[in-house]
């Protein structure tokens, strides 16, 4: 079974879960404000089948829900963690074919490429500094060692065949840019748009292997790659449409604003450029949006693909951790931690365990079994009856934080604070006991009006 774009708008059309726009849309804002309110209103995957001024047709949406997540992994959203954990520990490598479905098109006379003209690429929030590609996968290799990474990168359009991209000083991607910057060369770079959903997930995670390696083992079948027509990267062969381009060595200029998962505005930095050198696509084509400040961005990026290494590490420290999750209503910033507390301390030693999983993570709040971790409701109630401020609340100053959170200071570092809010050990059943009510799932109240 070989997954591609197309195969799983198929898929989620069979479960109702996509909605087809016919009326045309525009890519200026336009697009970006429907999806919102589709994300508001938790509602399907959207194919905008007609693009005012372009062929192409847009989707979004795609993986705003667990519910999504789990058609196009093919199992149940409880499922997802461990088939992620597993998949991560049984790594399966992509095999290289000489052509694939992208190839059917291949433009490499840099004069017939204007990426704006050719592809309808969406201008998202209000005060975004253009349109941006938001879902490429990014594909690179270490100028040192040889291995590949996939990674995303925010693109911002600059020019025809000029983007400029994101890259945060954690990422992969940035210690390649570096090596190769040191001796003053070009990086090359492939960006894939359009694939196999479990393509996209991988390269969600940060594993220290390819990223790729991951989706091939979630499919139980290897990635097919294709070599690059002008960079000595390969590309997704099954992708819609591909660029392919140099970063350049030691240069750097404005990027941003751009509107991000934190629902903040990312602010302008100083980033790399990218000239493509190629594009690759599909005789007809789909483009594939992402919502930079939606739904689907916090889900993919800080969600699906951070709670099995968050989970390893908590229940590494306390065994007896029963479910952790990142709240996506909480930008990826938030954490809940479900367990059996067996001795005072073990709330404090979990906090901690989730800090290190990753940079992103900055609250942790620590609950009992009868706390619903999914319930933003249920963990406000139990942090408001279950903590007392002083002894419950555990700072660390000065840690690394995420550098587009606002509120972290300039060098990047912030307060990260811990909750307990479990409650004393032996106390569950006794003075803490939640009021329960009888015969919650026999007496119904739809079958009382
Ligand atoms: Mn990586």
Redesign the pocket.
Known sequence: MLYDLRKFLDELAKHGELVEIKKRVDPEYQAATLMKQMDDQGGPAILFKSMKGYEIPVVGNLLSSMRRMGIALGCSPPEIRDKLSYAIANPLKPVIVDNGPVKEVVITDTKKIDLLKMFPILTHAEADAGPYITAGIFTAKDPETGRR???YNRLMIKGPSKIGLAINIW???REFHDKAEAKNEPLDVSISIGVDPAIEIATG???????LEVAGALRNEPVRLVPGETVKVEAIADAEIVLEGRLRPNVRESEGPFGEFTGHYGHKWEYPVLDITAVLMRSKPIYRGLLGGGFEHVVLGNVVTREPSLYDMVKRIVPTTKNVHIAPYGGGFLVAIQMEKRNEGEPQNAIMAAFTSHVNIKYVIVVDPDVDIYNPRDLWWAVSTRTNGKQDFLFIPGALGHEMDPSTQPDGTTTKMGIDATVPVGELNTKYRRISFKNMDKWRLQDFL
């Open positions: 990474n996939a990674s990422r992969h991607l995670l940060k594993v220290p292997f390819d990223e």
